[in-house]
């Protein structure tokens, strides 16, 4: 397992949440992903993702964002109709999820700057999926 990723899933709110740590590129975006499926670590009670970034820092080119989204959408068996919040501390991060929401398809994400905020829009619609 990655040293720069933290699993854990809340049973009382159904939120899994995945927490990055340093520089992080791409590949380890995605393979902390591949991880976590084939570890089974995603329950299938899930409500929605968090997937905090506050201390991390996007670690690749900006265009290179487009690479995440189409992760998305090759796994909808997993983030079909689901929420991912994805929560940034620094503002030259902010934009990272902005682009990816911008090509949501089958699966919603926005960008947050607080935990309580990425909590309450995972779950205010709970019956997305």
């Keep these: ?3 720069k990723v ?3 899933f ?3 709110s159904g939120i899994f949440y995945k927490y990055h740590y340093g520089n992080i590129s791409i590949e380890e975006i995605t ?7 084939q570890q089974k670590l995603i329950p299938p009670k899930v409500k929605g993702f968090i997937l905090d970034y506050t201390e991390a820092t996007f670690d690749f080119p900006i265009q290179d964002f487009r690479k995440i989204s189409a992760f998305y959408r090759q796994h909808l068996d997993v983030f079909k109709e689901y929420r991912i919040a994805i929560i ?3 503002p030259k991060d902010m934009i990272i999820p902005i682009l990816i929401a911008m090509e949501d398809v089958g699966y919603y994400s926005k960008e947050f700057s607080s935990l309580e905020n990425a909590r309450k829009w995972v779950l205010e ?3 997305l999926k």
């Design 1 to 3: 397992m990655n040293e």
């Design 6 to 8: 933290f699993y854990q």
């Design 10 to 12: 809340d049973n009382s």
């Design 31 to 37: 393979s902390s992903w591949e991880f976590a499926f």
């Design 88 to 90: 940034t501390s620094n």
């Design 125 to 127: 619609n709970e019956g």
